[in-house]
T-cell receptor, first 114, second 113 residues
Framework: DAKTTQPTSMDCAEGRAANLPCNHSTISGNEYVYWYRQIHSQGPQYIIHGLKNNETNEMASLIITEDRKSSTLILPHATLRDTAVYYCIVRGLNYGGSQGNLIFGKGTKLSVKP | DTGVSQNPRHKITKRGQNVTFRCDPISEHNRLYWYRQTLGQGPEFLTYFQNEAQLEKSRLLSDRFSAERPKGSFSTLEIQRTEQGDSAMYLC???????????FGNGTRLTVT
């Protein structure tokens, strides 16, 4: 079972920041937080991941709370092409066996509106 | 980097027939994963390979399913005696080692009539 909780859906105005929350209260010390998104009819696309420090790349920023029980994915200037299902996933560091695999939940359907 | 390639993109088959899908991972990626996704659900793990060795199978992978990765390069997923419940998107992903992010292909959509 997925170890994360996300809202089912969210709306965001084009050009505004999209802030997608994720709860992972049972996360272990050796587990990373990963974010993927899936645009309709495509495979999941890797966005970003982090352990405990905030991370930023060309796509997004990841803010992880100090207790690591929740995180927020930030898309700084959402466009219509960011409309997708966003998955927050907890993934173990011990990559032998199933701990290295991604266990997807149902994600958050983000709709970016003009 | 041409990404993960999956063929065919779509497959329609009649119940009871066998089907085979192919996945070409990103070159030099030693891990290859198969997932299945049904409508409205997130992808579900089926199996993965480290090079040519199949290291884990999900309980979702019934005896009618078989996956291979000869020579540690491309992989095939075969479903024998297809059932309507097999209708889904079959996704392949690869990674450079177990600790690296998975990169997914765009999947093969199977429809069993």
């Amino acid at each position: 079972d997925a170890k994360t909780t996300q809202p089912t859906s969210m709306d965001c105005a084009e050009g505004r920041a999209a802030n997608l929350p994720c709860n992972h209260s049972t996360i272990s010390g050796n587990e990373y937080v990963y974010w993927y998104r899936q645009i309709h009819s495509q495979g999941p696309q890797y966005i970003i991941h982090g352990l405990k420090n905030n991370e930023t790349n060309e796509m997004a920023s990841l803010i992880i709370t100090e207790d690591r029980k929740s995180s927020t994915l930030i898309l700084p200037h959402a466009t219509l092409r960011d409309t997708a299902v966003y998955y927050c996933i907890v993934r173990g560091l011990n990559y032998g066996g199933s701990q290295g695999n991604l266990i997807f939940g149902k994600g958050t359907k983000l709709s970016v509106k003009p | 980097d041409t990404g993960v390639s999956q063929n065919p993109r779509h497959k329609i088959t009649k119940r009871g027939q066998n089907v085979t899908f192919r996945c070409d991972p990103i070159s030099e990626h030693n891990r290859l994963y198969w997932y299945r996704q049904t409508l409205g659900q997130g992808p579900e793990f089926l199996t993965y390979f480290q090079n040519e060795a199949q290291l884990e199978k999900s309980r979702l992978l019934s005896d009618r399913f078989s996956a291979e990765r000869p020579k540690g390069s491309f992989s095939t997923l075969e479903i024998q005696r297809t059932e309507q419940g097999d209708s889904a998107m079959y996704l392949c992903a690869s990674s450079l080692g177990g600790g690296a992010p998975l990169h997914f292909g765009n999947g093969t959509r199977l429809t069993v009539t």
